[in-house]
């Protein structure tokens, strides 16, 4: 038995209408409790790659596995980080944290930890738009790990915050990994970020997306995945 | 302060339009009433009366339908709309027919109305609601259908059934354009209410003018508008307050 966190896709293609050959032949193992980090040329098909194994779109070819069983549809045991915070507007930040617990008995209890964990004790109470970009996509990131998915799914959750504020949010998500142990896959446009956050590192190359590079955690690996990227954008 | 003084201002200076031209005798009074003798008027029907009923009478009756005839219409507008947003076949079917249904004239079907259902409050109410209904079920619909989808999926990654999705995610991102539509059709119930209450309209200030009409009192007629739109403009003021109490991230995300 594969362990539920393991994810795994099997020559998997997506096809956008007729002619846009998003991903093309992807073959990938991702163990539980890994940290893989996918870098590669804008419109490369890294979001269309999360897509997937969130379960919001399904493959046109092959197949995605999460826990050893097909995808589908999204579930608790998935949680996504979009690039946007996309918090629920009309909920107060406390309110968002719990939106995937609603019923749970623990609830509060558990809100409150996630809260204290990314930083956002005293927003509690605060709405989504009260809140900075970081602090946004820090309840984003408490939203997602609310329901203990086994698997996080993260779409350049960084990309539209300043130096400072994106480098603490790094070191807290490692924190957080380090804690949780949780399986993640993390796309990022930066190879410094890639190379930092990642046990692993994949760099796809342009439309169709295939994976061109996929390494472990090494010395050098930033001049490496540096020059793969460059590479891959041409 | 401004805004206060320039809208004083405003009012101020189309009273002086109105007193000058009166006052000029161009027109009889029957077709141009003084504004001393519209004033007059409104003092006398709150006290005395018009037609057995005093003003505040006529205004509540008309009130009360036009909330009524709202609350259905915003009910239904917002079942259909969703249906409409969500629903493709729903909408191939029904979408054409709440468009014919927006672009008829009230008074087209209001005759209708009454042979199906009389003369007393049912075809008023009736009438009122199908116009309502319209703005607020097209503002829903296109709301619905802007939703982002990451909403949605962010909703069920977070074990959100389908069945789940309209109540908890669907309709409050939509809720600022359908208090959009909820606006415009008080607005549109506010203008038709006199239509509805053309026939046997009394008590009701769209009786009252449709009564004062008859015995050329113009000075009625006139107060009767001023009291409908003072009335309309007021009630437009609550609904903004209500849309910024209840969507206070309005233009913020
Ligand atoms: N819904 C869609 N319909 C049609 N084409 C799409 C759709 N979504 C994505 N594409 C196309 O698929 C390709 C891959 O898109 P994707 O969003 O996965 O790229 P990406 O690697 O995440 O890019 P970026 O780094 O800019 O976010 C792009 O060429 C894009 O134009
Ligand atoms: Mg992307």
Same mark, same amino acid.
């Given at each position: 038995m594969p362990s539920p966190d393991s994810v795994a896709l099997k020559g998997v293609t997506l096809t956008y209408g007729?002619?846009?050959?998003?991903?093309?032949g992807i073959d990938l193992a991702i163990e539980p409790g890994e940290f893989v980090a996918i870098v590669g040329p804008s419109g490369c098909g890294k979001s269309t790659l999360l897509r997937l194994v969130a379960g919001f779109a399904r493959p046109t070819g092959g197949e995605v596995r999460v826990g050893g069983e097909p995808v589908a549809g999204p579930g608790p045991d998935r949680g996504m980080v979009f690039q946007?915070?996309?918090? @629920?507007?009309? +909920?107060s930040v406390r309110r968002n944290v719990a939106f995937g617990i $609603? $019923?749970?008995?623990g609830r509060d209890a558990r809100v409150a930890e996630l809260l204290d964990l990314v930083g956002l004790a005293d927003a509690? $109470? +605060?709405?989504?738009?009260? +809140?900075s970009g970081g602090m946004q996509q820090r309840a984003a990131i408490a939203r997602a790990l609310a329901p203990d998915p086994g698997i996080l799914l993260m779409d350049?959750? @960084?990309?539209?915050?300043d130096a400072l504020t994106r480098e603490r949010l790094q070191e807290e998500l490692r924190r957080i990994w380090q804690q949780t142990g949780k399986t993640v896959l993390f796309v990022t446009h930066s190879v410094d970020e890639a190379v930092f956050l990642g046990t692993r590192v994949l760099v796809m190359s342009k $439309?169709?997306?295939?994976?061109v590079l996929d390494l472990p955690h090494q010395p050098d690996l930033r001049e490496t995945v540096s020059t793969a990227v460059r590479q891959a954008a041409v | 302060m401004r805004a206060v003084a320039l809208r004083l201002g405003g009012v101020l200076a189309l009273l002086g339009i109105w007193w000058a031209v009166a006052a000029a005798q161009i027109w009889p009074p029957v077709f141009v009433p003084t504004p001393a003798a519209v004033w007059e008027q409104l003092l006398k029907t709150s006290v005395t009366g018009y037609s057995g009923y005093s003003l505040a009478d006529h205004l509540l009756v008309s009130l009360g339908r036009i909330l009524l005839g709202s609350l259905y219409g915003i009910a239904a507008g917002i079942v259909v709309g969703l249906a409409l947003g969500l629903v493709p076949a729903f909408r191939a079917v029904f979408g054409p027919l709440v468009t014919f249904v927006r672009t008829l004239p009230p008074l087209a079907y209001f005759s209708l109305l009454i042979i199906w259902l009389?003369?007393?409050?049912p075809p008023k109410i009736a009438l009122l609601f199908v116009a309502a209904m319209p703005p607020v079920a097209v503002a829903t619909a296109e709301a619905v259908r802007g939703v982002h989808e990451d909403y949605l999926n962010a909703a069920r990654s977070l074990g959100v059934s389908p069945w789940g999705l309209p109540f908890l995610v669907v309709l409050p991102s939509a809720l600022p354009e359908v208090l959009v539509g909820v606006r415009v059709a008080v607005g549109v119930a506010y203008t038709t209410v006199v239509a509805a209450e053309?026939?046997?309209?009394?008590?009701g200030i769209g009786g009252m003018i449709r009564d004062a009409q008859r015995y050329n009192q113009t000075d009625v007629v006139v107060m009767g508008l001023l009291v409908i739109g003072a009335s309309g403009l007021a009630i437009d003021l609550l609904l903004i307050r209500l849309q910024r109490l209840l969507v206070p991230w309005r233009g913020k995300a």
């Open positions: 007729r002619k846009v050959h998003a991903l093309d946007q915070p996309r918090l @629920f507007p009309w +909920l $609603r $019923r749970h008995p509690a $109470r +605060l709405r989504p738009y009260e +809140l350049e959750p @960084f990309a539209a915050l $439309r169709p997306g295939r994976i | 009389g003369i007393d409050e053309t026939v046997n309209g009394v008590p």
